[in-house]
């Protein structure tokens, strides 16, 4: 999804309507982003969310806002998804 499809980030628009699409409750759904607009997304929608620190924001930002993990690589994103999914 991107702004033009929906109000833009940190409004839970985006991710709400896609949940609403896919019949999944916020309870259900994770949030992988690499900006503190996309964690702040998922907590306005009820998500969980999980961050990763190798795109726009560094880990800093995004630990301020408690992701259920801060991940520095792909293969830590699909080894913390395995563990946990």
Do not use: F
């Not at 620190?53 to 408690?66: K, P, Q, T």
């Amino acid at each position: 999804r991107c702004a033009d499809e929906g109000l833009p980030k940190p409004h839970p628009d985006m991710l709400r309507n896609l949940m609403e699409r896919l019949a999944v409750a916020p309870a259900q759904t994770l949030m992988i982003g690499d900006t503190t607009h996309d964690l702040e997304l998922a907590r306005n929608a009820g998500a969980a969310a999980v961050a990763v620190a190798y795109g726009a924001h560094g880990s800093e930002g995004l630990a301020r806002l408690a992701p259920l993990a801060t991940v520095h690589s792909v293969e830590e994103l699909s080894a913390w998804l395995a563990a946990n999914g």
